[in-house]
């Protein structure tokens, strides 16, 4: 009946009788259906095949820090939707940053790759080499900078006995015919840096001395202004060595002298006036200006090549009274700004003369500051502690450096680069405060003097020689000479 029912059905049925007692049965496992075998690394590579399925993504075609960073920026991106205060030069930022991370190529948004990575193509010589030749190309096109030595030591020493010592006077300035010009005593010295040849300008009578309390070249350098302390200017023709006239008005003594042009001359006196003079008048004071209350100290016209006509130039004056006033030549009855930020007298005042409206000043002993300004505006722009008395400054002439002299406690020269304000050199050589500044007509000697009575030139600023292409320098970094001056 078992045979017949498996014959209908179509399907044969084995039965095997249970085994006799003693015997040892081996068992055998269920057949199962025939197994695939998987497909090797090289049929997966192959082109003809792919073992990629596309809803699955395959992690061997995609950059998991890729794609961590592709998640951050689409969050990112969202948090910047509401931020109304995004910079665009930190959008800009992220731009370049995403653009090194994907190595100059086209960014994607996809995170999740499903088809293989193609292999990279293998490199070829003339690729390599043209990668070689490549490398440097912006390097060639920069322009190469062109350090110079600066000496520690003066070019020369003079002597230069009975040089008073007064923070508030001006007693030196170089002409622009090369003529250094610096008052001892009642005496006025003319010393030629050219010859080295030293004249003196007869003043006053040996009953009656009069102190000298500012000198001031005009810019062609013929005429030179005389401030006594007798409260009179005298005007000199340097060449005849010879007094023109004598200009009348203040009632104090004047110690600070500034040309606007070759024509106009500035005074400043110890009582806070400023007196404006036209040379070519037969009267005296052209203008007056009162907005100092103590002496006025510093006196500065900015240079006609930073100026311009639709501006015109300005004047800068400083006080005992820590006060640092702006003035247009249209209107000399105001300032343009009265700056108070100095807490000690302003003496030392310089004009950039490669920027305009760019005014360096210094304060005296309980200030230390060398503070910048934008005269357009009034203010501020930077301001540097260099913890001792700053008697004067001076801007080079071809490089953005300035150049400053110290009093207590330090009696040094700084030379500064700007507009980081960092000190390229330190200078000391000078026992006594430094109270003096000149620059020579080339922009490349500053001379200093000093209340230890000594004249000391220091060829420190760069100047058209250092430019790329020029001659070698001889640079000489000890004293080449000390003499008298008179």
């Known amino acids: ?93 992220k731009r370049e940053l995403a653009s090194t991370l994907y190595h100059a190529q086209p960014c994607s948004n996809r995170v999740l790759a499903f088809s293989p990575r193609a292999a990279p193509a293998p490199p070829s010589p003339s690729a390599s080499l043209r990668v070689l030749y490549s490398l440097n190309r912006d390097a060639l096109n920069t322009p190469k900078r062109h350090l110079r030595p600066i000496p520690q030591m003066a070019e020369r020493i003079l002597d230069a006995p009975d040089l008073i010592d007064d923070f508030y006077l001006n007693l030196l300035d170089w002409s622009s015919r090369n003529v250094l010009v610096i008052a001892l005593g009642s005496a006025v010295y003319l010393w030629n840096n050219a010859d080295g040849q030293i004249s003196k300008l007869c003043h006053g009578s040996t009953s009656a001395p009069v102190d000298i309390a500012a000198v001031s070249w005009c810019p062609d350098g013929r005429r030179l202004m005389v401030g006594t302390s007798r409260n009179a200017i005298e005007l000199w023709d340097a060449v005849a060595l010879k007094r023109v006239r004598t200009l009348d008005g203040h009632t104090s003594r004047v110690g600070s002298l500034a040309w606007a042009n070759g024509s106009m001359c500035s005074s400043g006196a110890r009582n806070g006036e400023i007196r404006h003079h036209d040379v070519r008048a037969p009267g005296c004071a052209a203008s007056l200006s009162r907005a100092h209350a103590l002496e006025v100290c510093g006196l500065k016209w900015s240079s006609p090549a930073a100026s311009s006509s639709s501006s015109g130039s300005r004047l800068a004056s400083g006080g005992n009274d820590n006060r640092l006033n702006i003035w247009d030549d249209r209107n000399l009855a105001m300032p343009a700004f009265s700056l108070t930020k100095h807490s000690a007298a302003v003496k030392a005042l310089a004009w950039a003369p490669w920027q305009r409206h760019l005014l360096a000043s210094g304060g005296g002993t309980a200030d230390r500051m060398i503070r910048l300004w934008n005269t357009a505006t009034g203010a501020c722009h930077h301001a540097v502690d260099t913890h001792s008395q700053v008697c004067a400054l001076q801007w080079s002439q071809h490089d953005k450096e300035l150049v400053s002299s110290h009093g207590f406690s330090r009696n040094q020269l700084v030379l500064w680069s700007y507009p980081s304000m960092v000190k390229l050199a330190e200078l000391s050589g000078h026992t006594s405060r430094v109270l003096h500044l000149a620059q020579s007509p080339d922009g490349e000697t500053v001379a200093s003097a000093g209340a230890d009575e000594t004249l000391r030139f220091w060829r420190i600023l760069g100047g058209a020689r250092d430019k790329p292409g020029a001659h070698e320098l001889d640079w000489r970094t000890g004293v080449a000479e000390t003499r008298a001056i008179r």
Do not use: W
């Open 1 to 93: 009946m078992a045979e017949a029912a498996g014959e209908e059905s179509g399907v044969q049925l084995r039965v095997e009788a249970p085994p006799s007692p003693g015997v040892r049965v081996r068992s055998t496992p269920p057949r199962s259906a025939p197994l695939r075998r998987p497909r090797s690394p090289a049929a997966l590579g192959s082109p003809g095949a792919s073992s990629c399925d596309r809803f699955i993504p395959n992690r061997g075609a995609f950059d998991m820090a890729v794609s961590q960073f592709e998640i951050a920026r689409a969050g990112d991106a969202e948090n910047a939707r509401h931020d109304y205060n995004a910079s665009p030069a930190k959008e800009e930022y």
